[in-house]
């Protein structure tokens, strides 16, 4: 069964240091969404791609956060400098949505678990 | 920001026994889904809920919606020490902006005891 992969699983960084995630959706999926959810919370959304082109970045903090789907197909994260608060569960997500209407399920990868000390 | 509120925040039953979620959401949907998180790892999709169905089974899965009081219910019957999990709603809104995305709530940590 297809899956969403990502990569690295942990990873522990110190503050001010850059960190970046990356994300490979299932084949075929045009949408692709980052979240991040701190840990007690639900996922909340930072930045959703179709293809290549960003849909919606409102809740990327983008003084120090930026993705990019080059090619349409995978992603990266990246984070700099990081900050404590930074620290949280980053959740990639992949959907065949793609038209208006309709009603499509999430994807989610295995997430990326970020410690900044 | 979140969209739905789970309730009960907790809940802990015996393995058998039937466990009941309720969502809570503010704003007009196109359709509400259910999600199951394993402690650390990624959300897997139960069920997904159109805005003019009222009910929806998956095995031993069964949710239900009312548009009029923007709630929505999950009951797992039989539970099962694997259910264990925490249980988050989510939300697509109605059209527009948004479409497709998903506005989680707080979740429900579910805890089965063999």
């Known amino acids: 069964e297809a899956e969403v992969a990502q990569s690295p699983r942990y990873k522990i960084t110190e503050k001010s240091q850059a960190v970046a995630f990356w994300c490979d959706p299932i084949?075929?999926?045009?949408?692709l969404y980052w979240y991040r959810q701190i840990l007690g919370q639900g996922p909340e959304l930072l930045v959703q791609f179709q293809d290549e082109s960003v849909v919606d970045d409102s809740q990327l903090p983008k003084d120090r956060f930026s993705a990019e789907r080059l090619k349409g197909v995978d992603s990266t994260l990246k984070i700099q400098p990081a900050e404590l608060g930074d620290s949280a569960m980053y959740l990639c997500a992949s959907s065949s949505a793609r038209t208006s209407g309709g009603a499509y399920e999430q994807y989610f990868g295995p997430g990326t678990r970020l410690t900044v000390t | 920001s979140q969209q739905g509120e789970e309730d009960p925040q907790a809940l802990s039953i015996q393995e058998g026994e039937n466990a009941t979620m309720n969502c809570s959401y503010k704003t007009s949907i196109n359709n509400l889904q259910w999600y199951r998180q394993n402690s650390g790892r990624g959300l897997v999709h139960l069920i997904l809920i159109r805005s003019n169905e009222r009910e929806k089974h998956s095995g031993r899965l069964r949710v239900t919606l009312d548009t009029s009081k923007k709630s929505s219910s999950l009951l797992i019957t039989a539970s099962r020490a694997a259910d264990t999990a925490s249980y988050f709603c989510?939300?697509?809104?109605?059209?527009?902006?948004?479409?497709?995305?998903?506005?989680f709530g707080k979740g429900t940590k579910l805890s089965v005891i063999p």
């Open positions: 084949s075929g999926h045009a949408t």
């Open positions: 989510a939300t697509v809104p109605y059209s527009g902006a948004g479409s497709y995305q998903l506005t």
